[in-house]
């Protein structure tokens, strides 16, 4: 692991590797900002942590992580070159190989290989995809204490998701290539509904709207929210009392979620969040049947 010492404020600046591999534009004022209000302010969070990056591009956040603490990173990237820069990065500061590994691959296709972990970063990613609530479920089931996402959104006034086209945005062509970009309505409704509870960083009072390319954050198209999972709401004990709860009582599957909602009212938790154990529980019991099935 690099001991070159670093001054947070200018944290890329004393890592400039990462400066001169991303491709999502190399303004390191603007990577600095993001670093100081996503990662050194949560550095006592991460301490000891294993990490998922989700969509983890060179490795900047990973690396960031570690060098705040984390124990362990691991980054799923779906674009091959962006994964050989990110491991290049890695070694380029000496860090030592146990201590990260970076998956090439459909974020869907690979996060169920990673298993638990403590930390999730969601950072630029979530308004890329459609299948938001399905994205976080597969989250849930890593059983995480935290998440932090960053995340364009849609000024719309209520909750829903914006489908908008990734190059002229909204409204988007007929037959084009989509997004979806959540207002900040849509995210509450969708992390409470797993029990979550979360503060979104304050980045008017941060001090770090002067610098070089934050317009998306000072006009508040884009936010970051450090999501608590609460993971100690219910225990692994009383978790699988529940899952095993609803298997006992739903006598078919067209009842299941009226069973869910019965028993989450019973053990205090979010109907969402039991159902997400639930059907965790029936992939895994299929995939003990058949081990060469392929993960769903």
Avoid at 103 to 127: K, N, P, R, S
Avoid at 192 to 197: A, D, K, L, Q, R
Wanted: charged share 30%; net charge negative.
């Amino acid at each position: 692991m690099s001991d070159r010492p670093f001054d947070p404020d200018r944290f890329f600046d004393s890592f400039s590797g990462f400066v001169e591999t991303s491709e999502t534009g190399s303004i390191a004022d603007r990577l600095n900002a993001r670093y100081l209000a996503l990662i050194h302010a949560n550095r006592e969070l991460l301490k000891g942590a294993h990490v998922l990056d989700l969509a983890s591009h060179d490795g900047l956040f990973s690396f960031a992580a570690l060098q705040n603490g984390a124990d362990r990173v691991v980054g799923i990237e779906s674009e091959p070159g962006l994964v050989r820069k990110s491991r290049a990065n890695m070694e380029r500061y000496d860090v030592p190989r146990e201590r990260y590994d970076f998956i090439e691959g459909d974020i869907f296709e690979e996060i169920d290989a990673v298993g638990q972990c403590d930390i999730v970063f969601c950072f630029g990613i979530l308004y890329h995809v459609n299948e938001h609530m399905l994205l976080l479920s597969r989250i849930a089931e890593r059983d995480a204490r935290a998440v932090i996402v960053d995340t364009n959104i849609s000024r719309l006034d209520t909750a829903v998701i914006e489908v908008r086209n990734p190059v002229v945005g909204s409204p988007p062509p007929l037959g084009g290539q989509l997004e979806g970009y959540p207002t900040k309505a849509a995210l509450d409704v969708m992390f409470s509904s797993f029990g979550w509870t979360y503060n979104y960083v304050d980045w008017k009072q941060s001090g770090l709207l002067d610098r070089l390319q934050m317009d998306d954050y000072r006009t508040g198209q884009r936010v970051s929210v450090v999501v608590d999972c609460n993971r100690q709401s219910l225990s692994a004990e009383e978790r699988d009392r529940a899952v095993r709860a609803v298997f006992a009582q739903q006598r078919n599957r067209k009842e299941q979620w009226a069973v869910v909602r019965r028993v989450a009212a019973e053990f205090d938790t979010t109907p969402h969040a039991l159902y997400v154990w639930v059907r965790h529980a029936e992939r895994i019991a299929r995939q003990r049947k058949s081990p060469h099935r392929a993960p769903e």
